[in-house]
């Protein structure tokens, strides 16, 4: 699932799921290393037909278990969305932009954009020397529009829509955080990582549910202060191990975005949109839109009625939608080979 080129596979080789796979699903999304006998017993199963179907979900492709990074550790706290109009082959354009390693996510969009590509930041002079030096002098892009993330109120690392859902705290208004969570200890001190901190990090981003034996013998330590670093690094919300569901795989869902213009306080409308399943992830933004969504959807029809939703919830003025056409890139594991950048000073 990272850097994946576009296309999907022949849906005739899309693995079946039934109801257990899907809550075997919903399990390891929660918590990527939770024991087999704890998911066993949440889905009514022994455990070994619990570890036959996980494995069976990870060799088909349809989920990887992976240590998804808090960029803010790695001292990333700016995410944009960045809209681009071009000319020229589109392929071409799409593969320079994705051999820029801060982006992490880039599609091709029917819409008012031709590309959308999604950038982790140090800060606003990182933004600038990236969209400066990186991205506009490639050549056949013709236009860019920035949409800093300023607020995130839902993300769903899977599938099918809800699976993943974040419900807002109160009925009244959406939960408010930061777009990138600054990373702290108990004592409420930035958490320091060192290189075995990174080396540890790395491993779960290949496998993570590997054995705390094996992390142990490629860091070189002990088992004990293994468990312990792995535990720090989850606990203090530097990472988090879970399932991701692959959409080429899991079925004939489809993608798009969706841009809203609203009218009020954005925190009771986003409460609104936040509990419509089909809607994966849902962020404030600044720029061409106060709130943009990521839906799944299964047809047009689907699609429609969706839109029409969302349409109807106070506050909502307009709706605009981005099909996604095809999947350039998609990168969760984050940062790109662990490279640590430290913040620019002017």
Not at 205 to 223: C, F, K, N, P
Request: proline letters at 7%; one cysteine or more.
């Amino acid at each position: 699932m990272t850097d994946a080129p576009p296309g999907s596979r022949d849906p005739r080789d899309r693995p079946v799921l039934d109801e257990i796979d899907r809550r075997i699903i919903a399990e390891l999304q929660q918590d990527g290393r939770r024991t087999y006998g704890r998911i066993a017993a949440a889905v009514g199963l022994t455990e070994a037909p619990t570890r036959q179907r996980v494995a069976r979900l990870t060799r088909s492709d349809l989920i990887e278990i992976v240590a998804i990074t808090n960029p803010a550790a790695f001292g990333c706290r700016l995410r944009v969305a960045v809209g681009l109009r071009c000319e020229g082959d589109l392929d071409t354009i799409a593969a320079a932009i994705a051999r820029v390693d801060e982006v992490d996510w880039l599609v091709a969009t029917a819409g008012r954009y031709d590309l959308v590509a999604e950038l982790r930041c140090v800060d606003e002079q990182h933004l600038y020397s990236l969209l400066t030096d990186r991205i506009r002098v490639i050549s056949g892009v013709h236009d860019v529009e920035t949409l800093l993330y300023l607020n995130l109120f839902k993300a769903a690392y899977s599938w099918p829509p809800g699976s993943g859902r974040r419900i807002p705290d109160e009925t009244t208004g959406a939960r408010r955080c930061p777009p990138v969570p600054p990373v702290l200890t108990g004592n409420g001190e930035d958490v320091p990582l060192d290189e075995i901190d990174r080396r540890i990090i790395a491993e779960l981003q290949q496998d993570g549910r590997r054995t705390y034996g094996r992390i142990a013998e490629a860091v070189g330590l002990t088992l004990a202060p293994t468990r312990q670093r792995v535990a720090r690094l989850i606990d203090t919300g530097v990472i988090k191990v879970a399932a991701i569901v692959n959409p080429r795989t899991a079925g004939p869902l489809r993608r798009a975005a969706v841009g809203l213009h609203c009218a009020g306080g954005l925190d009771a409308i986003a409460a609104a949109i936040a509990r419509v399943d089909e809607v994966e992830w849902l962020m404030a933004t600044a720029g061409g839109f106060d709130l943009m969504a990521e839906v799944g959807y299964l047809d047009e029809e689907h699609l429609h009625r969706l839109a029409a939703r969302i349409r109807t919830i106070p506050g909502v003025r307009g709706v605009e939608i981005l099909i996604f056409l095809a999947i350039f890139k998609v990168r969760y594991p984050w940062p790109p080979g662990l490279a640590h950048r430290e913040p620019a000073h002017p």
